[in-house]
């Protein structure tokens, strides 16, 4: 499921969509691009175990608004310490971090 100028993925409960008791989909770890619940700037959300955070810290990081509108190519590189998040070639968030069971 894609919308112009809002790149998600869809795991059960966005877009109105009920799923907030399945364990499966709404547990970390996880990361990805988001607009959020406004819509009105892109977020990095990086949620390493499944007790969060979950809309703070490294889950609720701004990358602005200029992403939105036009579309980009997202990357998302997940080694065994780092993270690394990309848009268009560059890289916009790096994280030291190891996923939590």
Do not use: C, K
């Amino acid at each position: 499921m894609t919308y112009v100028g809002a790149p998600m993925i869809y795991y059960g409960d966005e877009a109105g969509m009920w799923g907030a008791n399945d364990p499966t989909f709404n547990n970390g770890p996880w990361i990805m691009f988001s607009t959020g619940q406004s819509g009105t700037q892109l977020y990095a959300r990086i949620v390493t175990s499944a007790a969060g955070p979950y809309n703070t810290g490294d889950d609720a990081i701004a990358l602005g608004n200029e992403y939105l509108g036009s579309p980009h190519q997202y990357r998302i590189v997940w080694n065994s310490n780092t993270i690394e998040l990309y848009i268009d070639g560059a890289q916009v968030v790096t994280r030291n971090l190891t996923i939590g069971d």
